[in-house]
């Protein structure tokens, strides 16, 4: 296993985190604790000592499974994250803050927290309320001197610029952030984190957030042994020198094995090969602009098609071999719309197969792309 500081924290971190979010659950929703536990101990095993979880992980139960794993190890070796609520005016205000971390840690049955995370912290949130005196930031302060957290950070979904503003408060440890080989518009904030001293946990290194993707095609990796895209999307995730640790929500021993495996590789690779994997990368998005460049001036369709949304996805499975995470996505689309991080934000619109071939949008499309009969591909390909 590498390790890297985290920021400026003085702490030494695994680059491979365990997101404790995805453990084996019971069928009432909580943890399945006789599972999760041996899974989360094989991952500190094998060098993982970051571990990540969240207030509402598992109905709660996340929290415990992971106190119940780390029992038996030196507590000062491991860096344990959690995440609380922050962004409704509620439970940000002190008193209220200050009681959910108190339960938080007596669910971990353990003393302190190596750092919490304002959970998906959203700009307008830190600006009205929470970076203000009597709010979560003042109350996480007052943990820290009174020694029961000792990091403060943050997870967002919001926009990349707002990321980026939190991050230039310089009030924050450490963030949790999206970042992938198909959603690269963090960069800038990972960058500016970087230059701060922030350490930068990334969240979902593949697109639909699972590193383990069962049959995944092997790519021509160009004179690289052929590698499964979950490799290669830890490896793109690895080679940003400002990311200190991919998340790998584990839920499964084999998958941790594989991640363990692809961290162990990652320590041998040189500058050479982390510029073919960017190489790689680069190439595929460029395939993705020749079918779609999600330009959007066919839309909107007057029956509602979300067109460059259908052929996303339809890019996933045929440049990446993701069909599985493409399938799942197109089984989202509906009147309702439904939420997406890679879309950065609500996704409405409808799938391909409601298409009534008017014909509208085609004359719209710069690239001429034959989008009835392309529409049709999509959903004979991931509607089933
Ligand atoms: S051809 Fe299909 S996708 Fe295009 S505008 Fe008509 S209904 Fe919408
Ligand atoms: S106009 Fe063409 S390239 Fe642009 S979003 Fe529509 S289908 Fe894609």
Redesign the pocket.
């Known amino acids: 296993m590498k390790y890297k500081p985290y920021g400026k924290t003085g702490r030494t971190v695994s680059m491979l985190g365990f997101g404790a979010m995805r453990l084996p659950a019971q069928k009432d929703g909580t943890c399945d604790y006789a599972r999760a536990v041996p899974m989360l101990r094989e991952g500190i095993d094998a060098g993982i000592n970051y571990i990540d979880t969240a207030r509402g992980y598992i109905t709660g139960t996340s929290e415990i499974a992971v106190g119940k794993a780390i029992k038996s190890y030196d507590r000062e070796t491991l860096f344990v994250v959690t995440k609380i609520p922050s962004n409704d005016i509620e439970n940000s205000r002190e008193l209220e803050w200050r009681k959910q971390l108190e339960q938080q840690l007596a669910r971990f049955d353990m003393p302190y927290i190596d750092m919490i995370l304002f959970h998906g912290l959203k700009w307008d949130a830190f600006n009205e309320h929470v970076g203000k005196p009597g709010y979560a930031l003042a109350a996480a302060r007052a943990a820290q001197n009174d020694g029961l957290v000792r990091h403060v950070g943050f997870s967002s979904h919001d926009s990349a610029e707002n990321i980026t503003r939190l991050v230039e408060t310089r009030e924050f440890d450490g963030v949790l952030l999206q970042y992938n080989f198909l959603d690269r518009r963090n960069e800038g904030a990972i960058d500016a984190a970087a230059r701060i001293g922030m350490g930068v946990t990334v969240m979902g290194p593949v697109a639909g957030g699972r590193l383990g993707v069962p049959g995944a095609v092997a790519l021509d990796g160009e004179g690289m042994e052929q590698m499964r895209v979950p490799e290669i999307a830890l490896r793109f995730v690895w080679s940003n020198p400002g990311v200190t640790v991919a998340l790998s929500g584990m839920n499964a021993m084999d998958q941790i094995h594989e991640n363990v495996a692809a961290a162990e590789r990652m320590t041998e690779i040189g500058d050479a090969e982390r510029r073919k994997v960017a190489g790689l990368v680069e190439r595929n998005a460029e395939l993705m602009k020749l079918y ?8 909107p369709c007057p029956n509602g098609v979300n ?2 949304e259908n ?1 996303r996805y339809m890019n996933w499975h045929k440049v990446w071999g993701l069909t599985k995470e493409a399938k799942e996505a197109y089984a989202k689309f509906s009147p309702d719309g439904f939420w997406a991080p890679w879309a950065t934000g609500q996704v409405t619109g409808l799938s391909a197969s409601e298409c009534v071939e008017c014909g509208e ?1 085609e004359p ?4 001429n ?1 034959p ?1 009835i009969k392309q529409l049709k591909e999509t959903a004979a390909a991931l509607g089933s």
């Open positions: 779609c460049t999600a330009c959007g001036y066919c839309m067109i460059p052929f949008c719209k499309c710069p690239q792309i989008i």
